[in-house]
């Protein structure tokens, strides 16, 4: 293997490696109904859920048909789509529907991770929210303070 064969391999499996944001998406449907996916659940296809090798499962990502502009947010739960088949999604039937490609079969889209932010209510100290009492504080009311003497 020449030099430049080395160089031009490294460099197309650096290209592949990590998130591909833009591509083109299939799904897959009634065919998949009820096999186990790579989280161990059962596939479901009326469930807005996508196979992806980019992502970690569990990734909540959006995903935008750039030829109709519709998008979806959906939950990787699978491995996929095959490598060969120059893909980057395959999404769930019901997905597809609301992308609105089921008939064409594939699509060009762009995903992106959706940030997923949990708030939790802040505990508070009583110690902190009441005001001191004047004695500790050092604050003297109008009046209690020392009288200069004459």
């Not at 659940?41 to 499962?57: E, I, Q, V």
């Not at 739960?77 to 980057?88: A, I, K, M, Q």
């Not at 932010?117 to 902190?128: F, K, M, N, P, Y």
């Amino acid at each position: 293997m020449s030099a430049a064969t080395r160089k031009a391999k490294s460099q197309q499996v650096a290209r592949n490696s990590g998130p591909r944001y833009v591509g083109i998406a299939s799904w897959y449907g009634r065919q998949h109904q009820g096999r186990r996916m790579a989280n161990g659940k059962r596939f479901d296809r009326r469930r807005l859920t996508a196979a992806c090798w980019s992502f970690p499962l569990g990734t909540v990502i959006r995903v935008v048909n750039l030829e109709n502009g519709k998008s979806v947010v959906v939950t990787i739960t699978d491995r996929g789509p095959n490598h060969r088949l120059n893909r980057v999604l395959d999404l769930s039937e019901a997905a597809a529907e609301q992308l609105d490609y089921v008939g064409r079969g594939l699509t060009s889209v762009f995903i992106f991770p959706v940030v997923m932010l949990e708030t939790q209510q802040a505990e508070l100290d009583v110690h902190w929210t009441q005001p001191p009492s004047n004695e500790a504080s050092g604050v003297y009311e109008r009046g209690q303070s020392e009288q200069p003497k004459e």
